[in-house]
């Protein structure tokens, strides 16, 4: 029984689309994340909830919209894709705000043409 | 801006010998540091640890150093097994703080049989 799960685990698209990633964790964690992996291999911060609000939002543009329907789930919405959002999108969560340890979700490999 | 940095971004090493991941950090608020390992198509699993109150932690094969006055970090993982290959991602975080888990880029280790 997967702990963080993401789908989907590939996404192929045109630019100028919109598209979502879903992520639900069932570890009962209190905080959920979502990080990018870009083409210089950085797992990079994008945005964290806790019990459902925004608690970080690092400078990403906001074609990105985050949204939390309750603490076990924080999907992505990526609305007029670039050739730049490519990436591998990587979900995430931990017990609390505070907590050191995160536990991942196995990614989603966006590609963007 | 990179906070942590990895400058391996590969390392060899045959099985049975010593792996040594070394990662360098910036950021002098930093007072807790991880370490995750990545296989291909899955996401980060939390490895070990160390606080900045101690100089190494050490858990069965994988021992984490810490030298704070040279903002310096290692994992050493002894005696290296080939399923020991993977991509070790250095992680730090400031206690307390709102601040995310701050990643290095990673370095992809092998262990040759």
């Known amino acids: 029984d997967t702990a963080v799960s993401q789908t989907p685990k590939y996404l192929v698209t045109q630019m100028g689309n919109d598209k979502s990633i879903k992520c639900e964790q069932n570890l009962g964690h209190d905080t959920m994340y979502w990080y990018k992996q870009d083409s210089k291999k950085f797992l990079k911060i994008m945005f964290s909830y806790n019990n459902k609000e925004l608690i970080i939002n690092e400078t990403v543009p906001n074609r990105f919209s985050p949204k939390s329907p309750d603490k076990a789930h924080l999907n992505l919405h990526i609305n007029s894709l670039e050739l730049g959002d490519s990436a591998v999108y990587f979900c995430?969560?931990?017990?609390?705000?505070?907590?050191?340890?995160?536990?991942f979700g196995a990614g989603s490999r966006l590609t963007v043409l | 801006d990179q906070q942590v940095k990895q400058n391996s971004p590969s390392l060899s090493v045959q099985e049975g010998r010593i792996s040594i991941l070394n990662c360098d950090y910036t950021n002098s608020m930093f007072d807790y540091f991880l370490w995750y390992k990545k296989y291909p198509a899955e996401g980060p699993t939390f490895l070990i640890s160390?606080?900045?109150?101690?100089d190494k932690n050490e858990d069965g094969r994988f021992t984490v150093f810490l030298n704070k006055s040279a903002k310096h970090l290692s994992l050493h993982i002894v005696p290296s097994q080939p399923g020991d290959s993977a991509v070790y991602f250095c992680a730090a975080i400031t206690l307390g703080g709102n601040t995310p888990l701050v990643f290095g880029k990673g370095t992809r280790l092998s262990v040759i049989a």
């Open positions: 995430a969560s931990s017990r609390d705000s505070g907590a050191n340890v995160l536990t």
């Open positions: 160390i606080s900045s109150i101690k």
